[in-house]
């Protein structure tokens, strides 16, 4: 079936430092992705969606400088965490849409120390 | 109008027994309706979805029942396993790739030996 690849798995970063996380579509194009944002035992919490080619649309409260989105190709979209704080610690799962499915990626485990 | 309320919280069954997961929505626009099961540390993964036109669909042991007029839909789980324990989520969305997905809270199962 469909696969969508997130990459890093996991990732220990200092606070004040950026990380990039990137999700591609392994065999379909997704013109639209979305990154998603889990805290334990919780749903998931839509974050933005990204648009190939475009800005990304952020949910209210997202800081959009904070947490960078970018949508170069129809399938690779990348999440640039930036000056991470130990609150920026989460989950973080990114999403692709083929024509008849909804694919996750495996996630992104994000540590600021 | 966006809500999909899902039921129970957590679950528990022994070996062989039928989990049923419970899932309710508002917003008659959606006709996308899948299931995901959510392993610790790892991204949700597509179980089994149904779209509106259908009222059963049978994957393996997964089982999705769906009642339009009712604005509801289940999971079960024929036969369970140890290896089914896992976090359980119902979504909805409109069917096209730029639809958001609306999420359930979310179901623990703990399937005992």
């Known amino acids: 079936g469909a696969v969508v690849s997130q990459h890093p798995s996991w990732v220990i970063c200092k606070s004040g430092t950026s990380v990039k996380i990137e999700c591609r579509s392994l065999?379909?194009?997704?013109?639209?992705m979305f990154w998603y944002r889990q805290f334990p035992k919780q749903s998931l919490m839509l974050m933005a969606t990204?648009?190939?080619?475009?800005?990304?649309?952020?949910e209210q409260g997202v800081e959009k400088d904070k947490f960078l989105i970018n949508h170069a190709s129809l399938t690779l979209s990348t999440l640039t965490v930036t000056s991470a704080h130990p609150e920026d610690s989460s989950f973080y799962i990114c999403?692709?849409?083929?024509?008849?499915?909804?694919?996750f990626g495996q996630g992104t485990r994000l540590t600021v120390v | 109008q966006q809500q999909v309320k899902q039921s129970p919280q957590s679950l528990i069954v022994q070996k062989g027994g039928i989990p049923i997961i419970n899932c309710a929505y508002e917003n008659t626009a959606f006709d996308y309706f899948p299931w995901y099961q959510q392993f610790p540390g790892k991204g949700p993964a597509l179980l089994i979805a149904?779209?509106?036109?259908?009222s059963e669909k049978k994957e393996g042991r997964f089982t999705i029942s769906f009642n339009k007029s009712a604005k509801q839909f289940s999971l079960h789980i024929m036969d369970s396993q140890p290896g089914d324990s896992a976090t359980y989520f119902c979504?909805?969305?409109?069917?096209?790739?730029?639809?958001?997905?609306?999420f359930g809270e979310g179901t623990q199962l703990t399937v005992n030996p």
């Open positions: 065999d379909f194009q997704a013109t639209t």
């Open positions: 990204s648009n190939e080619g475009s800005k990304a649309t952020y």
């Open positions: 979504a909805a969305s409109m069917v096209n790739r730029g639809s958001r997905l609306t």
């Open positions: 999403s692709a849409r083929s024509d008849t499915e909804a694919f």
């Open positions: 149904i779209r509106p036109d259908v």
